[in-house]
Structure formats: C-alpha cells, structure tokens
C-alpha cells in the first residue's frame, strides 16, 4: 500500500518517489498528450486496409504555463523510462519480453470461440489449423505494424492463446506490448469476437517477462531496479496508455 510523506509518494512497487505536489499546485487541472516522433507505427488492420491510419505512442505533460510543460511524474510511461534511465546508470540495458495469453469470445454471447466447459486443448494442430488463417493474418497484420512474433499457440483455457512478441531493448519491449494488445483486440472486433487480456475470464490470463543479461549477478542487480517497470506496465499501463490516431504523417514532429 502507499503511503504519502512530505508531498511524495512511497510504494513498494515504485522505487523513484513521484512528486504529488504538482498534482495540488494545479489543483488536478488540465494536461496535455505529448506524442513521441519515434513510436510512429502504422496500422495495417484498421479500417480493413481501406485506408492508411498510423499511430503515436504518448506522454503526459504539464501545461505549458506550469514547470515550462515538465512531464507529470506519474506518467506510467514516463516512470518506466526513468528507471530505465536508473540502469543505464549503472551500465546496464534492460532486454525483456512479454509473453501474453489473452482470451477470444463470441461477440455475440460471450463465449468462448473454441474449447469448454473447463478446458480445451494446448498446442493442438487440429485446433490450430481450425483458426490458423485468424493466427496467421494477425502475425502478418502485427508485423507490419512494427510487432514482430515470435510464437503463437493455441493455450490450455476456452478460447485461450498466446502470443510471444520477440524481445526488444529498453522501452521499445513495453510499446511493443501494448501495440500487440490494441491490435488484436481491434482485428477481433472485425470477426465479431471480443479480444480479453483480464486475468479471470474462465481460465487464468497471465503476462510473463523475460530479462536477460550477461551473468547472474548483473541480472540480480538489474532485477531491482526493474522491478517497478515490469509492475507499472503489467498493471496499469495498458489501460491508461494514451495514443493518437492520425490518418496522415504530420510535418512536424514533437
């Protein structure tokens, strides 16, 4: 639980205490949606292919008028990079992956497209090629949407499969994550299935990390510092991570 100290934050979870006075001196006023020139990503599912659509990744940011538009310091996006900082501090760079199992349900009755009551089958090429063209044209559709895939599976629970992303340094593993998230939820809404990453949908729905590192000591260290990243993108960050949707590149990038 946190606990809050002379205008700071103290959690277990983050390591780098956050400042809630600024969130006072603008009495919870307005912010602005900084999107980041190097998140720009296009999406090759949206509208059918109908039409180009790209995407920014953003931060939050004060008004220009408070702190010269400073960063809000409980930006998860932010926050994570500010530990990553941390270990590049120490010499270190976090190269980490996901590995997502999400659920697929009837749009129509919310239930599960394959498998039941209890469970269905894991690894299976009868069910696989069931739904291969599905797996396969969202791998194709991912990857051209800057997500490359580096397994996928049908999974033990109802209507339950895993995609592994490959591994990617620092905060590209997080974006990465989060591109994969939005994409196949939108690609399902397409067939008519609703897409859930929430973790008690009939069967257990997890996110896995990987970290890596050149011995077991420098993964040790690493660890600690990066634990409130693993933790704030787990949790939090995919629900409140806000993105920009443009139709066309902009000829300015901020």
């Known amino acids: 639980?946190?606990?809050?100290?002379?205008?700071?934050?103290?959690?277990?979870?983050?390591?780098?205490?956050?400042?809630?006075?600024?969130?006072?001196?603008?009495?919870?006023?307005?912010?602005?949606?900084?999107?980041?020139?190097?998140?720009?990503?296009?999406?090759?599912?949206?509208?059918?292919?109908?039409?180009?659509?790209?995407?920014?990744?953003?931060?939050?940011?004060?008004?220009?008028?408070?702190?010269?538009?400073?960063?809000?310091?409980?930006?998860?996006?932010?926050?994570?990079?500010?530990?990553?900082?941390?270990?590049?501090?120490?010499?270190?760079?976090?190269?980490?992956?996901?590995?997502?199992?999400?659920?697929?349900?009837?749009?129509?009755?919310h239930k599960p497209i394959f498998g039941g009551p209890i469970h269905s089958e894991v690894c299976t090429s009868p069910l696989l090629s069931e739904f291969e063209c599905f797996l396969y044209d969202t791998e194709k559709l991912l990857l051209e949407g800057g997500v490359d895939i580096s397994k996928l599976h049908t999974e033990y629970g109802p209507g339950q499969l895993e995609f592994v992303p490959q591994p990617k340094y620092g905060i590209e593993s997080a974006d990465s994550m989060f591109r994969l998230r939005e994409g196949i939820k939108e690609i399902s809404l397409q067939k008519g299935w609703l897409a859930t990453f929430m973790a008690q949908v009939r069967a257990v729905d997890v996110i896995w990390m990987f970290l890596s590192a050149p011995s077991l000591d420098l993964l040790r260290d690493a660890v600690i510092v990066t634990q409130s990243f693993c933790t704030l993108y787990c949790t939090c960050t995919f629900k409140i991570y806000s993105a920009i949707r443009l139709s066309s590149i902009p000829s300015a990038s901020v």
């Open 1 to 109: 639980m946190s606990t809050v100290t002379a205008g700071f934050v103290a959690s277990p979870v983050i390591s780098v205490p956050l400042d809630l006075d600024e969130v006072r001196d603008v009495r919870f006023g307005n912010a602005l949606m900084m999107p980041k020139a190097s998140t720009l990503r296009s999406l090759p599912w949206a509208t059918g292919g109908r039409h180009r659509v790209c995407e920014f990744l953003c931060e939050m940011s004060w008004m220009p008028s408070y702190r010269d538009g400073a960063p809000q310091a409980a930006c998860p996006r932010y926050v994570a990079r500010r530990q990553l900082r941390r270990l590049d501090d120490r010499g270190l760079r976090l190269y980490s992956a996901f590995e997502a199992e999400l659920t697929i349900l009837q749009r129509s009755d």
